[in-house]
């Protein structure tokens, strides 16, 4: 008998393109998790057109409806609580969260960074890392953690920095590997292989894959 697929929400702001790689990866019924809810905390947020036509159930929580930000999470809460949801990939979802929140989804709340962690944590990172003159830049799949873009570390991707390279063309090179290790991440967490140590996440019976030099866990 196969396992139950684990019920994920996606919380965007804006584009959508991680929840749209998750969406298309999850669109196998082999994979171990569905994606059960698109949740955005903007109602204009672009991403919210494709989760419609994909016909996921999709819902906005305006944090700008709410006077703190713990009745907007309290609200964005009951939301997941109604779909039955087991597991949250932030994908571009640009509100910080407080530690209310995070406790409630300790080790099921998943984020996408996009560069090394715990290199160039917070914004632009792109031109920060081209301003260093860094040669490899990548992206990064951890568990959230009370404190702004630390947790252990899922996965992470690597990518070279070339010389013709701006902030836009790196973004966009690495945006690729974030669409390739978000879905391989959520695999691994929704088969409940993963075994975490300290800040270490231990993976070796997980089955999205096998390292690659550059690109950890590996998917195709
Ligand atoms: C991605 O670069 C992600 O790493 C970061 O925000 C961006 C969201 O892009 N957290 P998208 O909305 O998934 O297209």
Same mark, same amino acid.
């Given at each position: 008998?196969?396992?139950?697929?684990?019920?994920?929400?996606?919380?965007?702001?804006?584009?959508?393109?991680?929840?749209?790689?998750?969406?298309?990866?999850?669109?196998?019924?082999?994979?171990?998790?569905?994606?059960?809810?698109?949740?955005?905390?903007?109602?204009?947020?672009?991403?919210?057109?494709?989760?419609?036509?994909?016909?996921?159930?999709?819902?906005?929580?305006?944090?700008?409806?709410?006077? %703190?930000?713990?009745?907007?999470?309290?609200?964005?809460?009951? =939301?997941? *609580?109604? /779909?039955? &949801?087991?597991?949250?990939? $932030? !994908?571009?979802?640009?509100?910080?969260?407080?530690?209310?929140?995070?406790?409630?989804?300790?080790?099921?709340?998943?984020?996408?960074?996009?560069?090394?962690?715990?290199?160039?944590?917070?914004?632009?990172?792109?031109?920060?890392?081209?301003?260093?003159?860094?040669?490899?830049?990548?992206?990064?799949?951890?568990?959230?953690?009370?404190?702004?873009?630390?947790?252990?570390?899922?996965?992470?991707?690597?990518?070279?920095?070339?010389? %013709?390279?701006?902030?836009?063309?790196?973004?966009?090179?690495? =945006?690729? *590997?974030? /669409?390739? &290790?978000?879905?391989?991440? $959520? !695999?691994?967490?929704?088969?409940?292989?993963?075994?975490?140590?300290?800040?270490?996440?231990?993976?070796?019976?997980?089955?999205?894959?096998?390292?690659?030099?550059?690109?950890?866990?590996?998917?195709?």
């Amino acid at each position: 008998m196969t396992a139950r697929r684990k019920r994920t929400a996606v919380l965007i702001s804006g584009r959508g393109s991680n929840m749209r790689a998750l969406v298309e990866r999850a669109r196998d019924p082999s994979y171990p998790a569905e994606i059960a809810l698109v949740l955005s905390n903007r109602p204009d947020a672009a991403g919210l057109r494709f989760a419609v036509e994909a016909k996921i159930a999709c819902a906005v929580t305006d944090h700008k409806l709410y006077a %703190s930000r713990e009745e907007f999470e309290r609200s964005m809460q009951i =939301l997941l *609580e109604l /779909h039955r &949801i087991e597991l949250i990939c $932030l !994908a571009g979802f640009m509100r910080m969260l407080t530690p209310w929140f995070v406790r409630q989804w300790q080790r099921r709340l998943l984020n996408i960074h996009p560069a090394l962690l715990p290199a160039y944590r917070g914004l632009d990172t792109h031109a920060r890392a081209l301003a260093d003159g860094v040669k490899i830049h990548g992206c990064t799949v951890h568990f959230v953690v009370p404190a702004m873009d630390e947790g252990p570390i899922i996965a992470q991707a690597a990518v070279a920095v070339l010389d %013709s390279d701006t902030p836009e063309s790196l973004a966009a090179r690495v =945006l690729a *590997e974030e /669409h390739a &290790i978000y879905p391989a991440a $959520l !695999a691994c967490v929704a088969e409940g292989h993963l075994r975490i140590q300290g800040n270490r996440v231990l993976s070796s019976s997980c089955s999205a894959g096998l390292p690659a030099p550059l690109r950890f866990p590996f998917s195709d």
